[in-house]
């Protein structure tokens, strides 16, 4: 039953690097940093690891861990590859190996050189199968890369619904709030105004620079075990509510889809790790929405039922996702403004607002449950609920 994991795992553990434009370490250093200050954060010691959820992102493999971290008896790994989907879709294998006793300390790692080794305009990140579909049939009409795939469905969606670029800019300008309120964020220091983001350059038709998401260097990690032994470990746990993965239809481009405005694999996705969880979209107090760009934030709002199709544009103005707003998203700025980490970022943002532990100015009051979503390829989508455990 999908319930049986509802409320059986939790995350006892956070580690991030700094988030830089710059960096002489490698992709796999940044990641082994992020994996040890998880570790140590729980309380724990490499040799209590026993399996490993690398990200097919960043080029890494489980056996990179069990080497250079001494892993000595790991007993289940797995990877995902759903693009920017596979950090929550790794969250659920190791729940789901936890939960089966296969294993009781699980590690999920994320990270990259966004700017030093993998921007996008030096074509270095290596394209996932389910691109083969696009290269093929639509790469060479010059839809090469994603801002100008995912283009495509916002100016479906302000077609259709009369979404503005300036609820693209309301977006952005939430985010950019939120990072200033968050030291360790990119972005942390440099304002932003909706006639800021007006006269950004533009990137491809609605997407202006600052509809898009940070290249930055940086990597993030989470530990995850039972409810039962996160009783013994030294922070207060964040229990895994709900958890599912979904997969668009076809997931392998999306001018083929039946409404290239909905993202189909989150929207599945939200609808299972609700259920799961027993809750509602009122009953969440933040959401960590993954924000590739400005629009996959009102789509998500949507697709996650926060409100109806086509009212994503309304639902962000007014100060209603920034801080202190009705439903505050991506409180530590979010790819658009915090650094890129796959989605990793998003996750332990949302650890640290139901531990309490987020600084004071950007704490969302009385924060008991928390959404993360990721969304990756051609609307693949994970989501994650997360409770306030007690102590």
């Known amino acids: 039953m999908p319930g049986d994991l509802a409320g ?3 995350i006892v553990g956070t580690g991030q690097t700094p988030y830089t434009r710059g960096t002489d370490r490698s992709t796999l250093q940044l990641q ?3 994996a040890e200050r998880a570790i140590a954060d729980a309380g724990l010691t490499p040799a209590d690891i026993d399996a490993v959820m690398p990200n097919a992102m960043s080029e890494r493999i489980a056996e990179d861990f069990i ?7 790991v007993a289940y790994t797995s990877t995902h590859h759903t693009g920017g989907a596979s950090v929550l879709s790794a969250v659920q294998s190791a729940c789901l190996a936890v939960a089966a006793g296969v294993s009781r300390h699980a590690l999920v790692v ?3 050189r966004g700017y030093s080794a993998q921007r996008v305009s030096t074509s270095q ?5 389910v691109t083969a579909t696009v290269g093929e049939f639509e790469k060479p009409y010059g839809a090469i890369v994603a801002a100008q795939w995912f283009a495509q469905s916002a100016q479906r969606h302000m077609h259709l619904y009369g979404t503005t670029e300036e609820q693209l800019g309301h977006v952005a300008v939430g985010c950019r709030r939120h990072a200033n309120l968050n ?10 105004t909706l006639e800021d983001h007006r006269r950004s350059r533009m990137i491809t038709t609605p997407f202006r620079l600052f509809d898009c998401s940070l290249e930055t260097d940086g990597a993030a990690a989470v530990v995850i075990t039972s409810v039962e032994r996160a009783a013994d470990l030294p922070h207060r746990p964040v229990l895994v509510r709900g958890i599912a993965e979904g997969h668009g239809d076809p997931p392998t481009s999306i001018t083929q889809k039946h409404d290239i405005t909905v993202l189909d694999g989150l929207r599945s996705a939200g609808r299972r790790a609700f ?5 509602r979209p009122a009953d969440i107090d933040c959401a960590q929405l ?4 400005t629009w996959f934030v009102i789509a998500s709002l949507e697709a996650l039922g926060f409100c109806g199709p086509g009212e994503g544009g309304p639902f962000v103005e007014d100060g209603r996702i920034g801080p202190g707003g009705a439903l505050p998203v991506n409180t530590h700025g979010g790819l658009l403004s915090e650094a890129h980490v796959s989605g990793m970022n998003h996750l332990v943002e949302a650890v640290h607002q139901l531990r309490g532990t987020a600084e004071p100015q950007r704490l969302v009051p009385g924060c008991e449950h928390a959404l993360v979503s990721n969304e990756g390829d051609f609307f693949e989508g994970s989501v994650a609920i997360l409770e306030r455990g007690g102590r």
Do not use: I, T
């Not at 030291?183 to 932003?192: E, L």
């Not at 259920?275 to 809750?279: H, K, V, Y």
């Open 275 to 279: 259920r799961m969880a027993g809750l």
């Open 32 to 34: 082994l940093d992020a």
């Open 125 to 129: 990140a290596r394209p996932e199968r």
């Open 183 to 192: 030291p360790r964020a990119y972005m942390h220091g440099r304002g932003m």
């Open 8 to 10: 059986r795992c939790a």
């Open 290 to 293: 993954y924000d590739a760009f």
């Open 67 to 73: 080497v250079e971290l001494g892993l000595p008896d």
């Open 110 to 112: 994320a990270g990259r």
